[in-house]
């Protein structure tokens, strides 16, 4: 967020919308400070965006860094706006990062042998009460995130030595435990300023047994939050 302060606490709600399957989600974030993720995968990537070109409505494919893997994962990033890094973003004090600019972008997934998506990961930035992801399978919305500055001290401030000590900087984890998804939308919604992110981390995690979803959050800050999607 570049202009308003926010004061919510850190939340993240699963938002009701038109006819969806059910899937259950988790969210988690790393202790702070962190600025990738921390699980593991069956296969994943990276997009750090210091080689793509910066400026507003950018549209690239990437590859996150699995090209040369046994499963190759590609993203297409439709009107995002790319900037170097500054006080409000910029995973490690360097290189560029994402943000929807009181806008909203897109992300299309898919692999190379049409295996499954189920995890999407970002360090999110200058966290404001505006920053909403939203998360589907084709067409159908099958979650959605907010999430809202809260009152956790050791979140606030960029762990980059770049300032803006009023708003919080996070890893956040999410996890479809029994399904996949193959689109994803950033936006900021209501307009507050921008949606800051770096690091888009995609890939497979092997989807814990209900029993066991206490535990996804070893090592990591304990916040998880299961939401399911309901039927209509």
């Known amino acids: 967020m570049r202009y308003l302060p926010a004061v919510a606490a850190i939340a993240a709600a699963a938002v009701l919308s038109s006819p969806a399957r059910a899937d259950l989600f988790s969210v988690t974030y790393e202790t702070s ?86 995890y999407f990961g970002f360090w999110l930035s200058a966290l404001d009460s505006g920053n909403q992801v939203t998360f589907y399978n084709g067409l159908t919305d099958v979650f959605s995130l907010s999430a809202a500055v809260g009152t956790s001290g050791a979140y606030y401030g960029n762990p980059n030595g770049g300032g803006d000590s009023t708003q919080a900087f996070v890893f956040v984890n999410v996890l479809d435990t029994d399904g996949s998804f193959n689109n994803i939308a950033f936006s900021e919604t209501p307009s507050y300023g921008g949606f800051e992110s770096d690091n888009h981390t ?15 959050g070893t090592g990591l800050l304990g916040l998880g939050i299961v939401r399911r999607r309901r039927r209509h």
């Open 202 to 216: 995609v890939g497979y995690v092997a989807a814990p047994e209900p029993a066991s979803m206490a535990v996804l």
């Open 33 to 118: 400070g962190v600025q990738n993720s921390t699980m593991q995968f069956a296969y994943s990537g990276v997009e750090t965006f210091d080689r793509q070109a910066t400026g507003s409505g950018q549209t690239f494919t990437t590859t996150y860094g699995t090209g040369s893997g046994p499963v190759t994962i590609s993203g297409t990033y439709t009107g995002v706006q790319i900037i170097p890094a500054d006080q409000y973003g910029g995973a490690g004090g360097t290189g560029n990062y994402a943000v929807a600019m009181n806008s909203t972008y897109s992300i299309a997934l898919s692999t190379s042998n049409n295996s499954p998506i189920n």
